[in-house]
C-alpha cells in the first residue's frame, strides 16, 4: 500500500514564526546609527573602533601585565623570551622570586647613640664628630648621617622651645 505523505502545516500557525519565510535579523552592512563606523565590506573604518571609549579605568593595560611566577612558573626559556621582548619586567619578576628586604636599621642605634639623652648644644658638639666618623669609615652613608642630623636638630629645636616656654612661665609667675 501506498503511503501518503501530508503536506506539512503552514509556518503562520506556529508562534514563534509569525511570518512566513526566513526573514533578516541582522544588516551586513554599515550600521544605520553609525554610518561612518563600518565601511561597505561591514568591517570597522579606519579611525572608528569596535571599543570608542577605550579600555575601562582600573584595568591594566595587557602588554605591561607581569606574569604569577610562583601560581604559573615559566620555563627558563619562556622566561629569557620574554625578558628579551620586555626587559622593562625584569625588575617586576626578580621582586617575585627574591625576599623581601629586611627592614633597614636605624643610623643612630647602629652607631649606639640615643637621642633622647641630647638636652642641648654641648651634647650636638660631642655626637657630631662621632657621626662623621661613622660616615668616613663607611659604617652609614652620608644620606643617613644627613637624616641623623636632621633629626638631632628637631630634638635640639624642641629642647629650645621647652626651655623658652618654662622661661616665660617662670616670668609671668605661673611656673
Not at 26 to 40: I, K
Not at 129 to 156: K, N
Amino acid at each position: 500500500m501506498p503511503e501518503t505523505i501530508a503536506d506539512p502545516p503552514s509556518l503562520s500557525f506556529y508562534p514563534l514564526f509569525p511570518g512566513s519565510g526566513i526573514q533578516e535579523s541582522q544588516r551586513l552592512g554599515p550600521a544605520p546609527s553609525a554610518p561612518h563606523a563600518r565601511d561597505e565590506r561591514g568591517r570597522f573604518a579606519k579611525g572608528s573602533s569596535g571599543n570608542p571609549s577605550g579600555r575601562p579605568r582600573g584595568i591594566r593595560n595587557p602588554r605591561r601585565r607581569v606574569p604569577d611566577l610562583v601560581s604559573q612558573p615559566l620555563s627558563p626559556q619562556a622566561l629569557s623570551n620574554l625578558l628579551d621582548r620586555k626587559p622593562h619586567l625584569l625588575r617586576p619578576l626578580v621582586l617575585q622570586l627574591l625576599p623581601p628586604p629586611l627592614a633597614p636599621i636605624d643610623p643612630a642605634e647602629r652607631l649606639g647613640i640615643d637621642l633622647a639623652s641630647l638636652h642641648g648644644v654641648e651634647d650636638l658638639q660631642r655626637l657630631l664628630p662621632t657621626v662623621l666618623a661613622a660616615i668616613a669609615r663607611g659604617e652609614i652613608t652620608p644620606s643617613e648621617g644627613e637624616r641623623l642630623a636632621r633629626r638631632v636638630r628637631t630634638r635640639l629645636r624642641a629642647i629650645r622651645r621647652l626651655a623658652r616656654v618654662r622661661r616665660i612661665a617662670s616670668v609671668d609667675g605661673r611656673g
